[in-house]
């Protein structure tokens, strides 16, 4: 059974720095495509950023280009987001997910991991 | 830009009904679109693939069409657990719309 699990959230003040991390079970980081999708306070969907089943490709929304970093581990089977200098709008809850074969939907989530920006 | 719009914004209807769900891509060239529903407190739901292939477990009176750059969400026979907040999302970068609410 396939299962996402996300960790790493919390309280952070704006400028500082937080990494998430989502262990992945019942299939392997390497074998899929991966995404990071998040929904700030009452808001919609907004896709972040994804990693190819390789690691060669990476993409992100421009919203956060420069200051948000995709990557995974595939021997322990995890798969990372580290933001760099956050800001308010940052504060969200952040779902890792897993992409179809062909990398375009996402048919797997976990519950989410909610980073709060305040000072 | 690309920017997906989907209408409307909230459904009211009953059990039992047939709650169409519109979703539109500004750009003349579009690709195909993913349906999900969300419920509150929960991880949206993968419902639709590829503009009309249900994903795994999806009950049949859920389907999707395209016709050109707009794509639809029907459901058939409401039941009460299909409240929930829908978006579509283009396949090509992603890009979710705002999502339409549908009140049962």
């Known amino acids: 059974e396939v299962h996402l699990v996300e960790s790493g959230g919390g309280w952070v003040q704006p400028g500082g720095s937080v990494r998430l991390s989502c262990a992945v079970s019942?299939?392997?980081?390497?074998?899929?495509?991966m995404h990071w999708v998040r929904q700030r306070p009452g808001k919609g969907l907004e896709w972040v950023s994804g990693?190819?089943?390789?690691?060669?490709?990476?993409a992100y929304a421009d919203s956060v280009k420069g200051r948000f970093t995709i990557s995974k581990d595939g021997a322990h089977n995890l798969l990372f987001l580290q933001i760099e200098t956050v800001r308010p709008e940052d504060s969200a809850l952040y779902f890792c997910?897993?992409?179809?074969?062909?990398?375009?939907?996402?048919?797997?989530w976990g519950q989410g991991a909610l980073v709060n920006v305040s000072s | 830009e690309m920017v997906v719009t989907q209408s409307p914004a909230t459904l009211s209807l009953s059990p039992g009904e047939t709650a169409s769900l519109s979703c539109r891509a500004s750009q003349s060239v579009s690709f195909d679109v993913a349906w999900y529903q969300q419920k509150p407190g929960q991880a949206p739901r993968l419902l639709i693939y590829?503009?009309?292939n249900r994903a795994a477990g999806i009950p049949a009176r859920f389907s999707g069409s395209r016709s050109g750059t707009d794509f639809t969400l029907t459901i058939s026979s409401l039941e009460p657990e299909d409240f929930g907040v829908y978006y579509c999302q283009q396949r090509i970068n992603w890009l979710f719309g705002q999502g339409t609410r549908l009140e049962i």
């Open positions: 990693i190819g089943w390789s690691s060669g490709s990476l």
């Open positions: 019942g299939f392997t980081v390497d074998e899929y495509a």
């Open positions: 997910t897993r992409a179809l074969v062909g990398g375009s939907y996402f048919d797997h």
């Open positions: 590829g503009s009309s």
